[in-house]
């Protein structure tokens, strides 16, 4: 199966049920949907294409939800990374992954420009909670890409998400999880 499933499925069933809650805000899967091809348009606008990485820092948000199905819809692969982490540590993840774009939750900019000269692979740098400086700036990115929809063929053993260990034995090492074992994982263990 691919987690693609898991939006597109309930998007044509049922659009306008709620999909995310969180932090008082509601969003609908069309317009998890919808932001998430805004999203999509976006990367492949910046040249990201199958295969290629797209990291985030941030605690729980639901963008975060959004990246992940934007990410999967150009066929790129997620780069979650650990808001733990010390600059040096994400520094080497950033660059061990080869990520070309890097979604910057608030807490974590100044952090992040910290690195800039050690992270050459990442050509976008997106602020997810606010205006920063030298940052795009999340809901414009959104607000200036296209809603239309994004195909990528993405099939079932395609790597959807490259995790990072902690690192405990010595540097973190990518863990890569596909969409079938991603979703096998969700079907598994998460209660409707």
């Known amino acids: 199966m691919n987690t693609l499933d898991f939006l597109s499925i309930s998007n044509a069933i049922c659009p306008d049920r709620v999909c995310v809650v969180f932090e008082g805000n509601r969003y609908t899967y069309s317009q998890v949907n919808e932001r998430s091809n805004r999203l999509a348009n976006a990367l492949l606008g910046w040249g990201v294409k199958k295969g290629d990485r797209v990291a985030i ?9 959004e990246t992940y199905y934007a990410v999967a819809k150009v066929g790129a692969i997620l780069v979650p ?64 890409a296209s809603p239309d929809d994004v195909t990528t063929e993405v099939n079932d053993e395609d790597t959807t998400i490259l995790m990072y260990t902690a690192g405990t034995t010595g540097r973190p090492k990518g863990v890569p999880l596909t969409h079938n074992s991603f979703s096998v994982y969700v079907l598994e263990n998460v209660d409707p």
């Not at 729980?60 to 939800?65: K, T």
């Open 81 to 144: 990374l650990n808001f733990r982490a010390k600059a040096d540590e994400l520094s080497y993840m950033l660059t061990n992954a080869e990520a070309v774009a890097l979604l910057v939750g608030e807490r974590y900019v100044d952090m992040v420009n910290g690195m800039r000269p050690d992270t050459a692979s990442v050509r976008n740098y997106i602020s997810i909670d606010g205006k920063a400086a030298d940052m795009l700036y999340y809901e414009d990115v959104l607000g200036s």
């Open 57 to 65: 820092i941030q605690v729980n948000c639901s963008q975060f939800l």
